[in-house]
């Protein structure tokens, strides 16, 4: 032992005289065959002075650390994986990293019990992703981590979260109204993600009069109006009518009624 850090003193020698002004050194050995360790040396006063040395069956460090932690091989397992739903169609994932060693990470994702898929690769140092990949309003998410590099991997960790539900709007203005003066109903719909869009005007007794709207529309708010009339341009008879939204999977019915 003795002579193995004979050996240490010769090969750190040349770095101890950039250690000006720092007061104090550590050496740590650390058991097992370690064939990942590299010799690494750091001259800036305040880092990390001396290197990782293999010899035999064990790896030793030696230098000033300042809360340095020695690293070689495998990536450590991550930390604190946690997802976090901003809205219905993102999620916000973060980590903590707590290798000094890995390449980067891979990002896996469950959608209920369905299996793992790839979503991502980052690279290294990264700690935060947002998901908005196709994802579903209401709906249940998984996602595993794990960091990588040339020797291997860590262990994956998990975290799961459900989605908001979606935030679509669907609102007639005026909706008692005369249309032989002119009047309209003012419809207003509020889209959290691009979607086909139907606005449909039927009877009480289920008879289709007028197709409003029948393409897809981006996310965000709009507007349409309805002045009454039918496919054929002529207002329709006093009474009760129904205003039909569908876009996706949300679908309302709200009621307007014409006098004349």
Same mark, same amino acid.
């Given at each position: 032992?003795?002579? #193995?850090l004979?050996?240490?003193?010769i090969?750190?020698?040349?770095?101890?005289?950039?250690a000006s002004?720092?007061?104090?050194?550590v050496?740590v050995?650390?058991?097992?065959?370690?064939?990942s360790a590299?010799y690494?040396s750091?001259g800036?006063?305040?880092?990390?002075? &001396?290197? !990782?040395?293999?010899?035999?069956?064990y790896t030793t *460090?030696?230098?000033?650390m300042?809360?340095?932690?020695?690293?070689?091989?495998?990536?450590?397992?991550?930390?604190?994986?946690?997802?976090k739903?901003?809205?219905?169609?993102?999620?916000?994932?973060?980590?903590?990293?707590?290798s000094?060693i890995?390449?980067g990470?891979e990002?896996?994702?469950?959608?209920?019990?369905?299996?793992?898929i790839p979503?991502?690769t980052? &690279?290294?140092?990264?700690?935060?992703?947002q998901d908005?990949?196709?994802l579903?309003?209401?709906?249940?998410?998984?996602?595993?981590?794990?960091?990588?590099? =040339?020797?291997?991997?860590?262990?994956?960790?998990?975290?799961?979260?459900?989605?908001?539900?979606?935030?679509r %709007? #669907?609102?007639p203005?005026?909706?008692?109204?005369?249309?032989?003066?002119?009047?309209?109903?003012?419809?207003?719909y509020i889209m959290?993600?691009? =979607?086909?869009?139907?606005? %449909?005007?039927?009877t009480l007794?289920g008879?289709?009069v007028?197709? !409003?709207?029948?393409?897809?529309?981006?996310?965000?708010?709009?507007?349409?109006?309805?002045n009454?009339?039918d =496919?054929?341009?002529?207002?329709?008879?006093?009474?009760t009518?129904?205003?039909?939204?569908?876009?996706?999977? *949300? %679908? =309302?019915l709200? %009621?307007?009624?014409?006098?004349?």
């Amino acid at each position: 032992m003795f002579r #193995f850090l004979i050996i240490i003193l010769i090969i750190i020698y040349p770095h101890l005289s950039q250690a000006s002004g720092i007061d104090w050194w550590v050496v740590v050995q650390t058991g097992g065959l370690n064939s990942s360790a590299k010799y690494q040396s750091f001259g800036l006063v305040g880092q990390p002075i &001396g290197g !990782l040395i293999q010899s035999g069956s064990y790896t030793t *460090f030696v230098g000033y650390m300042p809360g340095y932690t020695p690293q070689s091989g495998k990536p450590n397992p991550l930390l604190n994986l946690c997802a976090k739903a901003v809205s219905s169609t993102q999620v916000n994932i973060t980590w903590q990293d707590d290798s000094i060693i890995e390449d980067g990470f891979e990002l896996e994702r469950m959608t209920g019990d369905e299996g793992f898929i790839p979503l991502t690769t980052v &690279g290294k140092d990264v700690t935060a992703y947002q998901d908005t990949n196709h994802l579903i309003s209401n709906a249940a998410y998984t996602y595993r981590l794990r960091s990588y590099n =040339e020797y291997g991997t860590s262990s994956w960790i998990t975290a799961t979260v459900t989605t908001t539900p979606a935030e679509r %709007k #669907f609102t007639p203005y005026n909706n008692l109204f005369y249309p032989d003066k002119q009047e309209t109903v003012q419809i207003r719909y509020i889209m959290d993600k691009p =979607e086909h869009v139907n606005i %449909k005007i039927y009877t009480l007794s289920g008879r289709l009069v007028k197709t !409003l709207l029948d393409e897809v529309k981006p996310a965000g708010e709009h507007w349409i109006d309805w002045n009454g009339q039918d =496919e054929g341009s002529e207002i329709l008879a006093s009474g009760t009518y129904i205003i039909y939204f569908n876009a996706g999977d *949300f %679908k =309302e019915l709200k %009621k307007a009624v014409i006098i004349r």
